[in-house]
């Protein structure tokens, strides 16, 4: 089978899911999913810019409030509010990475990790009294389409799976774009790529943008699906979990990124009932990030080479 038909194969299981599973394993598809695009945005900024960002979380967060804050005070519908909670997340993210750009590597990832924190108890002493403190925000509105309210696992399964095929094959251009083309120099080397006229700062913002953007219109869709949050919610850990994901899958990879999302959301409800194994679960997969960076640090589904077309009499 071809790679094409292979994943219109999955994507056909996966639409068919909710007529041989259970609403728990639903639900559970439903939070690979949310992951998935947390993630895919996160690679955004680690896959394809190669800066180490572990304050996702921060921006998860951001939308999240945002789509609770305003559904819940002017009963604004939460769908709309996806493209609100993405621009003022990219606008958090524009104000919190502009006078740190300029780190590299462990150093702009332990600012990072600050991010989340200061975000967290930011919300738990309930900044401007607006966000509910420790206790979050309650009441939030269940979705609508097209006059259809969203409100079962399977109904939010192609909600977020269909929001998930959309940024699949936007960042799938993006990738191949000119711009995707400047971030990957951009990760290889960044003296070579400034070298060669690339404005290093104005990219590596907006790739912190774009992944903010996205991440909180995916806030927008966990607000809605959970109709409340609270700041334990979006802690240090979740930045870990997408970290985690990103690196597993394959850096800069979006198939390998899905994958690492059914591996590190999915694959642990399967042993859930396994009693000392499940507890133990976040330990076998801390070894096995260990073993992959010693054995295959390009991630379990890489990035496939890029191919560009040969011109006419263009000599190898």
Not at 104 to 121: A, K, P
Not at 156 to 162: K, T
Not at 195 to 221: D, P, R
């Given at each position: ?169 936007l960042f799938h251009r993006l990738e191949n774009s000119r711009f995707g083309r400047a971030l990957n120099y951009l990760r290889e080397d ?127």
């Amino acid at each position: 089978m071809t790679r094409k038909a292979i994943y219109l194969a999955l994507a056909t299981l996966l639409a068919l899911s909710p007529f041989f599973l259970n609403a728990y394993w639903v639900d559970v598809l439903n939070s690979v999913g949310l992951y998935a695009l947390l993630a895919l945005s996160l690679n955004i900024i680690l896959g394809h810019a190669g800066l180490f960002h572990m304050g996702h979380a921060a921006f998860y967060a951001v939308g999240a409030y945002t789509t609770a804050i305003l559904n819940t005070s002017f009963d604004i519908p939460v769908l709309w509010l996806m493209p609100v909670s993405g621009v003022v997340a990219g606008l958090f993210a524009l104000v919190v990475a502009r006078p740190i750009i300029h780190l590299r590597g462990d150093y702009l990832l332990i600012v990072t990790i600050g991010f989340v924190e200061i975000v967290r108890i930011a919300l738990i002493n309930d900044i401007f009294g607006i966000t509910g403190g420790s206790n979050g925000i309650f009441g939030i509105d269940r979705p609508y389409l097209f006059g259809f309210k969203i409100r079962k696992p399977h109904h939010f399964l192609y909600l977020i799976w269909g929001f998930a095929g959309l940024t699949i094959f936007l960042f799938h251009r993006l990738e191949n774009s000119r711009f995707g083309r400047a971030l990957n120099y951009l990760r290889e080397d960044e003296v070579a790529a400034e070298g060669s006229g690339i404005n290093t700062t104005h990219y590596k913002l907006i790739a912190f943008v774009i992944g903010a953007v996205w991440a909180g219109m995916v806030g927008t869709l966990y607000a809605a699906k959970m109709t409340i949050i609270a700041p334990e919610s979006f802690n240090f850990w979740e930045s870990v979990v997408m970290f985690m994901i990103v690196l597993l899958g394959g850096s800069g990879s979006i198939r390998g990124v899905i994958l690492g999302a059914f591996i590190v959301i999915g694959l642990p409800e399967l042993f859930r009932g396994l009693g000392d194994f499940s507890q133990a679960r976040m330990l076998i997969f801390g070894a096995a990030m260990v073993v992959m960076m010693i054995f295959r640090n390009e991630g379990l589904l890489p990035p496939l080479p890029r191919k560009y077309p040969l011109k006419e009499n263009q000599i190898l």
